[in-house]
Structure formats: structure tokens, C-alpha cells
């Protein structure tokens, strides 16, 4: 073992209920900074004057998740396992096996903002500037998450 190269035994898992089923530190950051990054654009966005209503942010919140997680799966596995996804298409659901990237979150997230200013109507370019406020959260705790 070469000198300064650590090996830890670190669980993913904060509680395990079987062999790969419990509740993992990586799922646990993403909860985290979910929740800590709609507040945050709740607060932001009621410093600006001509702001959107605390609702319409609440109903983003499942479209920010829903985008999150399905582009980085997606892009995971479109990106990183190709071959794995040509032989076994439905290795996008095997979700246990771990793996998300953040660009496919982020194409995600664009994608999921997009359609739902469409839908209710509200600039793209402000709720876009509202997650890049918060954006660093998530970034922080999944990056915390990794170790």
C-alpha cells in the first residue's frame, strides 16, 4: 500500500435492513439538500420585489427531484455504462446498484425547470436564477456523501 493512501471500512448505509436495502448517507444528502434548498429559494426569492408566490416554488419542488434523480441516473448510465445498458436495457431501474451523474442531474434539472415555467407560466431565467442560488447545497452535501 503505497504511503498516504487510506482505505476506510465507512458503511453507505446509516441503517441496513437486509444485504443492499436500508437507508444510505448519499440518499440522506440529497434529502438534506433538497429540503435546505427550497427554503432557501423561499427566502431568496421573497428579497426581490416583483417575486413568485411561496406556492409555485413548493410545486417545483417535485419537479426538482424528479429531474435530479432521473438525469442523473440517465446520464450514469447513458454515459458510464453503455455497454451494460445496450445488453440489459432495463439496467436503468437497478437503482441499488448505485450510480448517478451530475451532468445528466443537471440536464435534468434544465429540462424539469423548462416545462414547468411553461406551465405555470413564470420566467424561465428567474426560477433558473433562483436554483443557482441553491444549487451549491446539493452540490456540497452529495459531495460530502461520496466519503
Known amino acids: 500500500m503505497p504511503i498516504g493512501y487510506y482505505l476506510h471500512d465507512l458503511s453507505p448505509f446509516l441503517i441496513r435492513f437486509g444485504e443492499s436495502v436500508g437507508i444510505r448517507w448519499y440518499g440522506l444528502a440529497y434529502v438534506a439538500a433538497f429540503l435546505i434548498g427550497i427554503q432557501l429559494m423561499k427566502r431568496f426569492n421573497n428579497k426581490i420585489q416583483e417575486n413568485i408566490n411561496d406556492k409555485i416554488i413548493d410545486d417545483f419542488f417535485i419537479w426538482s427531484i424528479i429531474g435530479v434523480i432521473v438525469g442523473g441516473r ?3 448510465v447513458i454515459f458510464y455504462q453503455t455497454l451494460i445498458f445496450f445488453n440489459d436495457p432495463l439496467y436503468i431501474f437497478y437503482i441499488w446498484k448505485g450510480g448517478m451523474s451530475f451532468h445528466g442531474g443537471l440536464i435534468g434539472i434544465i429540462i424539469s425547470t423548462y416545462f ?3 406551465i405555470k407560466n ?5 426560477l433558473s436564477d ?15 456523501a461520496n466519503f
Open 74 to 76: 440517465l446520464g450514469y
Open 116 to 118: 414547468f415555467s411553461k
Open 122 to 126: 413564470i420566467s424561465f431565467f428567474y
Open 130 to 144: 433562483l436554483i443557482t442560488l441553491v444549487a451549491p447545497i446539493g452540490l456540497f452535501f452529495g459531495r460530502i
